[in-house]
Nanobody
């Protein structure tokens, strides 16, 4: 089992920044690729970013490229999502997740999920 707890969400104006954190406990964190996903009201959960266990590979959905950065600190069992130039359409509940599959954007392949943290971007 891997337990994931997100933090860092909040209310920010358009153009602002937030950094989300996801703290992991349980099984060896460095064995898992990590992903960030989001779900807006009335919409399906969607992929945002993923990072391999070795930190060598990162992938982003097109709408956040150049604005969001995923990173991880295996010594701290934590994955981060730095979000800059936020837009109202980034408003959603953000979830982190862990997978044994290398840096995938496919939701069904993630085994463990956090409870989510709300990000609200005002215009």
């Amino acid at each position: 089992q891997v337990q994931l707890v997100e933090s860092g969400g909040g209310l920010v104006q358009a153009g602002g920044s937030l950094r989300l954190s996801c703290a992991a406990s349980g099984r060896t964190f460095s064995n898992y690729a990590m992903g960030w996903f989001r779900q807006a009201p009335g919409k399906e959960r969607e992929f945002v970013a993923t990072i391999s266990w070795s930190v060598s590979n990162t992938y982003y959905t097109d709408s956040v490229k150049g604005r969001f950065t995923i990173s991880r600190d295996n010594a701290k069992n934590t994955v981060y999502l730095q979000m800059n130039s936020l837009k109202p359409e980034d408003t959603a509940v953000y979830y982190c997740a862990a997978t044994k599959i290398e840096a995938t954007r496919r939701i069904p392949l993630y085994d463990y999920w956090g409870q989510g943290t709300q990000v609200t971007v005002s215009s």
